[in-house]
């Protein structure tokens, strides 16, 4: 199973970011995905998740109204919208997979990406 995110960059407040997951080796149709961040010195933490179908959809509180997660199964890929992007939302994005619901810690999802690093400059 490989995951690689990519879209990562350096932004200013206010600004806004696509991130994308691209998963392979794995039936990607069947999982939840979801994207994860961390900080520097900070543990990691959930950010949004969504359902096989899209059907389900679950966001941080610190995200929600700004950033958006979808998926297209017939690509193998999930997206991370991110708008009104600031300072706080620094660090490494990660994406991840699990079969079946929606989950938010960390330790409930199966497989994971190397990350890619948004930096929110103010």
């Known amino acids: 199973v490989q995951l690689v995110e990519s879209g990562g960059g350096l932004v200013q407040a206010g600004g806004s970011l696509r991130l994308s997951c691209a998963a392979s080796?794995?039936?990607?149709?069947?999982?939840?995905m979801a994207w994860f961040r961390q900080a520097p010195g900070k543990e990691r933490e959930f950010v949004a998740a969504i359902s096989w179908n899209g059907g389900s959809t679950a966001y941080a509180d610190s995200v929600k109204g700004r950033f958006t997660i979808s998926r297209d199964n017939a690509k193998n890929t999930v997206y991370l919208q991110m708008n009104s992007l600031k300072p706080d939302d620094t660090g490494v994005y990660s994406c991840?997979?699990?079969?079946?619901?929606?989950?938010?810690?960390?330790?409930?999802?199966?497989?994971w990406g190397q990350g890619t690093q948004v930096t929110v400059s103010s």
């Open positions: 991840a997979t699990r079969y079946f619901t929606i989950r938010q810690a960390p330790g409930d999802y199966d497989y």
């Open positions: 080796g794995l039936t990607f149709g069947n999982g939840a």
